[in-house]
């Protein structure tokens, strides 16, 4: 293991009695488990406090630029392992709370799965904001503290149900209230001109107030600040007027209001909703980051000159782009900038991250909500659009058209710097959605591939893995992640390879264990454990992987005395509780898995669990037992993924298309261990034009005719037969994922799979290479090409 922080058993011991004791006002021979995890935070938190205050002394003297991470999202999951892992505490927490008679485990089940993230988008902020950290890179990140964050998923009947998420009922001991930073928000109102000035007087107000979480990078050595705002009534909290009058619901009614905007986080990542109080969920959180932003370096700076090469505002994703017109509004309105000069300023500090090309997901808001919500900013946004128009006479697109505001344009416009999140997204997005901006920017779409913090996603969620990699190369991997290449000459040893394995299936035991005492799933570790974790949506396919089944199942039961290759699907996704097509898909899953692990002849050869309510932690669980990655969307529509970075590090092999970052991971670890299908993006819009495409993919494979057929006919749900008619019929006609055209390529490609998973040694080889190999994707890369080429900031950690 890594070594050890400096800090005792015996000091970690007495550190947490005394929490225990005096923080908590519990004895030990009566506290709970929560109490001990509280205990126990605290310890954590007091060394990652001196960290925090030594970073924040560190910004301060050497007047250093600092990095502001905007984003509605941030998926963090639970911190305390996060925490003791860094610190490189492991070995004196365990044994620390095995002398006080608890197990270490138990007390890091009991931490609340902090959701406040939709998925990839979410997650992908969080790791971010860990590497930031890792690397000394003064930052702040900025979000909304949402009461309730995803939803909790349940089944019923195989059907998903929702139930409100409530991480806050729990104690947890990272945030710390700043009820002195405290901003007002205006919405609605009046613009005037008073003395030549213009002036917004909004009609209503809510207040921002401050929760500061501290994050600390590995090995403890920097910590910066994910700040997150609560919504709190402006003025008069509560109507005692009402109170008197015995209306004590009246009463109580300014705070609820106010505290809407921060009530619960938009479940949703593929869809622009266009509702009123997101667009307050936006303002909201960004008006109050810039009033912020604007605090911090007033109290250190006198020249506004000054502000592009102090302070970097990072718009993840068009959720904050409002940032670009309120920041213009406070140069301009406020600090008298000239217009010109106020937009140059504000853009010089801004740049923008796009995470989806999907049409349904990008941003308009019409001009009636958007104008009476923030009157000032449409004026300025349409001053901003004719200044771009004017500068840009033969432009065609807008941030302003169709009575709409394009918070696509309107990010690129006043971003210097645009990028997506890998190659051939960023393409994409060069040839599509902005292609007209690119001919006019040439410079300023950039790619930065995406990557996930190794802390996290292979130290602490793969010990054994973990254990096994340092053993071999030694420690400073987690913080070098391309040294993972060291292991490259060890793979053609046996007995090392045979550890590697070893790792593995114990990974698959302990998950195999763990499903059989919560969900009821028995299964033999040997399997081929087969992996689909993510939201459920029609472009990642998770109904072409079902169908793969319900074909393998077929021809199984006409076979059943081959040589099958003995296989585990798992799934598990949350679905948008308004999408209900991908709703359909869950419970279809469900049916399946119902039928297929009830029938004894087939059984042994494959299985189909969906596991509920995933989230960071679940990941944690299944990554490191994965044998198969399924990476399957069409391709073009995934921007980029991260799961499957994951999985790849944490030595899966991938099944997948061309699409997203798996083109960069194929070509990372390998063409011969990846195992590619499907068609590619320049092939895709020309399959959809013909007309009946799903039809010829269908009549061109019976397997696909029959898979399709059984759902059809009720086979799945004898019950209802009808029940999924409506994705059979989207299949054979529209189909406009592709999942017809790609079937028989798909199955190919599984049964490829199978046959290479049947030879152990060569299988493990090539897991063990796609280990090896992935130090690429490790988030401390992703984040020094952000500092360098976006942000133009530099590490304080040596310093
Ligand atoms: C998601 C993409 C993923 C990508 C993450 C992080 C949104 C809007 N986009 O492919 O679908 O990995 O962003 O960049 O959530």
Redesign the pocket.
């Known amino acids: 293991m890594v070594s050890r922080n400096t800090m005792t058993t015996d000091e970690f011991r007495a550190a947490i009695l005394r929490h225990l004791k005096y923080e908590l006002g519990k004895d030990a021979s009566h506290a709970s488990v929560e109490d001990w995890r509280m205990a126990l935070s605290f310890a954590v938190r007091d060394q990652i406090v001196d960290s925090w205050f030594a970073a924040t002394r560190k910004t301060y003297e050497a007047g250093a630029k600092r990095v502001y991470y905007l984003s509605m999202e941030f998926l963090i999951g639970r911190l305390l392992e996060d925490g003791i892992v860094n610190l490189r505490l492991v070995d004196q927490a365990r044994d620390a709370l095995a002398a006080l008679g608890q197990d270490f485990d138990t007390v890091l089940e009991d931490e609340p799965d902090a959701a406040l993230g ?4 979410g997650r ?1 902020a969080a790791c971010f904001l860990e590497s930031l950290s890792t690397l000394g890179c003064p930052a702040y990140g900025y979000g909304i503290r949402y009461e309730h964050g995803l939803f909790r998923q349940s089944f019923v009947d195989g059907r998903q149900m929702e139930a409100p998420e409530t991480w806050l009922l729990k104690r947890h001991a990272w945030e710390f209230e700043r009820p002195e930073s405290r901003y007002r928000i205006g919405f609605g109102g009046e613009v005037s001109t008073k003395g030549g000035k213009v002036v917004w007087t909004p009609a209503d107000s809510v207040d921002a107030e401050a929760y500061d979480t501290p994050v600390i990078g590995w090995q403890g050595r920097w910590a910066n600040t994910l700040r997150l705002w609560s919504a709190r009534a402006s003025d008069t909290p509560f109507d005692l007027d009402s109170f008197n009058r015995g209306d004590f619901a009246g009463a109580a009614e300014p705070e609820a209001l106010a505290r809407t905007i921060s009530r619960v986080l938009y479940p949703d ?1 593929t869809t622009d909703q266009g509702k009123e109080l997101r667009l307050k969920q936006e303002y909201f959180l960004t008006g109050a980051a810039l009033q912020d932003i604007m605090r911090r370096f007033d109290s250190e700076h006198d020249d506004l000159g000054k502000l592009p090469s102090k302070v970097a505002i990072q718009m993840n ?1 068009t959720h904050p782009a409002i940032a670009g017109p309120e920041l213009v509004r406070i140069l301009h309105d406020e600090r008298g900038l000239p217009f010109d000069e106020a937009m140059n300023m504000a853009q010089a500090c801004l740049s923008y991250t796009n ?2 090309l999907l049409p349904e ?1 990008l941003e308009s808001w019409h001009e009636g909500l958007f104008g009476k919500l923030l009157p000032r900013h449409l004026q300025i946004v349409d001053r901003i659009d004719d200044a771009h128009a004017k500068a840009h006479p033969s432009r065609t697109v807008s941030a302003r058209s169709d009575n709409h505001v394009k918070m696509g344009e309107l990010s690129f416009i006043m971003a210097h710097k645009v990028n997506g ?1 890998s190659a051939l997204h960023t393409d994409l997005m060069k040839t599509t959605v902005f292609s007209e901006f690119h001919r006019l920017h040439p410079d300023r779409i950039i790619n930065q591939t ?1 990557g996930v913090t190794p802390r996290r996603w292979l130290l602490s969620c793969n010990p054994r893995l973990s254990g096994l990699i340092t053993d071999t190369i030694g420690e400073t991997w987690a913080d070098h992640l391309e040294e993972l290449k060291g292991l490259e000459p060890h793979v053609s040893d046996p007995a090392w390879l045979e550890k590697y394995a070893a790792a593995k299936r114990a990974n698959k035991v302990d998950l195999a264990n763990w499903m059989s005492s919560t969900a009821d799933i028995n299964v033999d570790p040997d399997m081929m454990f087969d992996v689909q974790i993510k939201r459920l949506h029609e472009y990642k396919r998770q109904h072409l992987n079902i169908l793969e089944a319900i074909a393998l199942w077929q021809e199984i039961k006409a076979n059943p005395s081959a040589d099958w290759t003995p296989r585990l699907k798992i799934f598990a996704g949350k679905a948008a509780p308004g999408y209900f097509f991908a709703k359909d898909i869950i419970r279809l899953i469900n049916d399946v898995a119902k039928v297929l692990n009830a029938d004894v002849e087939t059984r042994d050869m494959l299985q189909v669990a969906f596991l509920p309510n995933y989230n960071v932690t679940l990941a944690e669980r299944l990554i490191p037992a994965a044998d198969l990655s399924e990476q399957i969307s069409t391709a073009g529509k ?5 799961g499957n970075m994951k999985f790849a590090l944490n030595g899966a092999l991938t099944v997948g298309t061309l699409d ?1 970052a798996n083109v960069e991971i194929r070509e990372h670890v390998g063409a011969e261990n990846f195992f590619l299908f499907g068609m590619t993006a320049d092939k895709v819009e020309a399959r959809r034009a013909i007309k009946d495409h799903a039809a010829q993919a269908i009549a061109a494979d019976p397997r696909l005719a029959a898979a399709l057929k059984a759902i059809h006919d009720g086979v799945f749900s004898p019950d209802e037969p009808a029940r999924y008619h409506n994705i059979t019929e989207n299949l054979s006609g529209p189909d406009y994922f592709l999942v017809s055209s790609d079937f028989t390529d798909y199955y190919r490609a599984q049964r490829e799979v199978d046959t290479a998973f049947k030879d152990q040694q060569h299988w493990m080889t090539m897991a063990a290479l796609n280990t090896a190999r992935s130090g690429w994707f490790s988030s401390d890369r992703t984040i020094t090409d952000y500092m360098a080429q976006i942000w133009d900031a530099k590490s304080l950690r040596d310093s």
Do not use: F, M, R
């Open positions: 939709n998925g990839g988008l992908l990542d994703d995470h989806t997901a999140v995406n995934e921007a980029s993924g991260t997203g």
